[in-house]
């Protein structure tokens, strides 16, 4: 993970004297300022390692620049997690929640850096997996994900808005485009439309993470690979099983998939031994007792919703809110992302 740090870029700084001194005041940490760098995989919430001597913290803010009312709420995203511990154990375990705008200018938490791998577009050049390895890993997100849902959702209960999923999630996602688009992309109208008028019902309501995919895992590769931690609950709620999975699946890229789609892989999902999208749902629709005999719509959700995260962060970039040189590609990436929901329609 170390390779993925760097120094915190200006646009992204904070006072580290004040969150020291806020922590202080909130947990059980040393004395001493700690070290901070910042995370630079990330696409939406800002990621920050805060190492002390004898402890390593991750910091969580939201970014910097307008963003989507409902997005990059610290206090949900705390909540969720410490609610979901210890029953998905997965989770990584937050320490402190900071509400107030005098420490940096927005909430924050803070939480416990869980140890292990974290798999990027590419294997790092050190790490040599086998083929059962990389089927193994296959198979830990499949039953990772199965896990999550079936999670008792009742502690959470207050994050459920009741039947109608899958309608709130078309209708908000549509909003969100409209509201982010610039004028180098699709209107995409005719998607959302087809999105509209197709919409199945809910299958059921369970604990959903909204974005679950390798690069948001955490794997033990030490003695045989380990599922051990799963970031970034920004997205989770109480939703529809399938959603989450077509949303997961806008991620997994197949080793045949067409160029153009196959260039915004951020993952290793195309390595011999890992399942191909088709392998990844019926080995999950398998594991589970909602039934779905055409997954069609749920694989052009989550093309269509990904293409809205990324119009959000394009519109940031397009603006000048930031200039994390990692989204320059965005806006031809959304581009890409709706020519291909529309041949999957």
């Known amino acids: 993970m170390s390779s993925e740090l760097g120094e915190v870029r ?6 580290v004297d004040a969150v020291h001194e806020w922590l202080q005041q909130n947990a059980d940490v040393p004395t001493e300022i700690p070290l901070v760098q910042q995370f630079g995989a990330g696409a939406s919430n800002l990621t920050y390692l805060l190492t002390y001597k004898d402890q390593e913290l991750i910091l969580r803010r939201p970014p910097v620049g307008t963003k989507a009312a409902s997005a990059h709420d610290m206090k949900r995203e705390f909540l969720i997690q410490k609610t979901l511990l210890p029953d998905f154990p997965l989770v990584p375990k937050v320490v402190a929640l900071c509400q107030d705008p005098s420490v940096i200018g927005s909430d924050f938490y803070v939480m416990k850096k869980i140890e292990g791998v974290i798999l990027r577009r590419d294997l790092p050049k050190d790490l040599s997996l086998t083929l059962q390895d990389i089927e193994l890993i296959g198979d830990l997100v499949i039953d990772g994900l199965v896990s999550l849902h079936h999670v008792d959702s009742a502690p959470l209960s207050q994050l459920s808005k009741g039947p109608g999923y899958v309608g709130r999630q078309v209708e908000g996602w549509s909003r969100r485009y409209r509201a982010a688009r610039t004028p180098d992309v699709a209107d995409a109208e005719t998607l959302m439309k087809w999105l509209d008028q197709y919409q199945p019902d809910d299958v059921a309501s369970c604990v959903i993470h909204g974005d679950w995919r390798l690069d948001n895992l955490v794997l033990n590769l030490e003695n045989g690979p380990q599922l051990v931690g799963a970031l970034d609950w920004e997205l989770a709620t109480i939703g529809d099983p399938l959603m989450d999975l077509g949303s997961s699946m806008a991620y997994w890229i197949d080793r045949n998939d067409e160029p153009a789609f196959a260039a915004l892989r951020r993952q290793p999902t195309h390595l011999p031994g890992m399942p191909t999208r088709d392998e ?29 995260i990324l119009q959000q962060i394009w519109a940031r970039y397009f603006a000048g809110q930031t ?20 041949r999957m329609i």
């Open 280 to 308: 990844f749902i019926a080995r999950y629709l398998e594991k589970t007792e909602w039934g779905c005999e055409d997954f069609t719509y749920y694989e052009i959700f989550g093309v269509f919703r990904l293409t809205v």
């Open 10 to 15: 200006a646009e992204d700084s904070f006072d």
């Open 323 to 342: 200039s994390n040189p990692a989204f320059a590609g965005f806006g031809d990436a959304v581009n890409i992302m709706i020519n291909r929901a529309m």
